[in-house]
Nanobody
């Protein structure tokens, strides 16, 4: 069983930056895709950014131009660089890895942006 462990969350003022990391407990395969999702209180979980094993990416409109997703395939680790943070970015951020039909989720890390 593969576990994903997120780190890097915290409290930041609006306009600030944070970098989230998500590392897989095993490195025996490369995820087809790795994603960041977030869930704010009272809202549904939403996709923030996705990166495929070949390096192509996609972003939610709300974060495009402010967030950057990258990955290190050798370490099975994905990163989310978040710049120009806004209070509406406050949420629990979850990492997800997909390997063919198998999907793995991290436990989540809290990001709070104060105004």
């Amino acid at each position: 069983q593969v576990q994903l462990v997120e780190s890097g969350g915290g409290l930041v003022q609006a306009g600030g930056s944070l970098t989230l990391s998500c590392a897989a407990s095993r490195n025996s395969f490369t995820f087809n895709a790795m994603d960041w999702y977030r869930q704010a209180p009272g809202k549904q979980r939403e996709m923030v950014a996705t990166i495929f094993s070949g390096g192509s990416t996609k972003y939610a409109d709300s974060v495009n131009g402010r967030f950057t997703i990258t990955r290190d395939n050798a370490k099975n680790t994905v990163y989310l660089q978040m710049n120009s943070l806004k209070p509406e970015d406050t949420a629990v951020y979850y990492c997800r890895g997909t390997y063919y039909l198998n999907t793995y989720w991290g436990q989540g890390t809290q990001v709070t942006v104060s105004s």
